[in-house]
C-alpha cells in the first residue's frame, strides 16, 4: 500500500480548550493557528511535521452513533511513556474509557490507555509490546472497538 494517514482533523467546540488539552497534555507543538472572521484553527504537530488539524465549527459532544470518526490512536515509543501520559491525563481531570493500561485483546501484548477528549472524541495512547498480564475489556472483540 502507498497511502498512508497524513494527518487528522478534528471539528471542535472550544479552540482555546482544546489547545490547551492537545498542546499542555499530550504534548503537540502549535504549528499554526489561523483566527478570522469566525473562522479559527489550529494546525498541531511535531516540529514542523502536520499531525492535528483543529477546526473550531462544532456545536455539542461528539456522537459515537453518527458515521465517523471511530477513535483516534496514537502510538507511543514504551509502556513507560503511555503511563506517564496516564498520569497526567487523569491530573488534567480526563475520562477514561478503561481503568488504566488494557490489552487490545485477551492475552495481547499490545495495549494502552483510551481516554476522552473535551468533546467526548474517544482517544488511545498506546504501544505493540509490553502490556503482557493487562486485562482486555472485552472477550471476543478488540478493545478499541466497541464504545
Known amino acids: 500500500m502507498t497511502l498512508r494517514t497524513g494527518h487528522v482533523g478534528l471539528n471542535v467546540t472550544d479552540l ?8 499542555d497534555v499530550l504534548g503537540f507543538d502549535l504549528l499554526v ?4 472572521d469566525g473562522r479559527r484553527f489550529a494546525l498541531m504537530g511535531e516540529g514542523a511535521t502536520l499531525a492535528l488539524a483543529l477546526w473550531q465549527q462544532a456545536d455539542g ?7 465517523g470518526l471511530h477513535h483516534l490512536a496514537f502510538q507511543a515509543d514504551s509502556i513507560e511513556r503511555v503511563r506517564a501520559y496516564e498520569t497526567s ?5 480526563v475520562e477514561f474509557a478503561y481503568d488504566g493500561v488494557v490489552a487490545h ?3 495481547a501484548d499490545s495495549g494502552g490507555i483510551f481516554f ?3 468533546d467526548g472524541i474517544r482517544l488511545e495512547i498506546s504501544v505493540s509490546s509490553g502490556v503482557e498480564g493487562a486485562p ?5 472483540a478488540p ?5
Open 33 to 36: 493557528e489561523g483566527k478570522e
Open 136 to 140: 482486555a475489556p472485552h472477550e471476543a
Open 89 to 93: 491525563l487523569r491530573e488534567y481531570g
Open 61 to 67: 459532544m461528539y456522537d459515537k452513533a453518527r458515521p
Open 143 to 147: 478493545t478499541c472497538g466497541f464504545f
Open 16 to 23: 482555546n480548550r482544546s489547545l490547551a488539552f492537545y498542546r
Open 116 to 118: 476522552f477528549d473535551p
Open 105 to 107: 485483546a485477551e492475552g
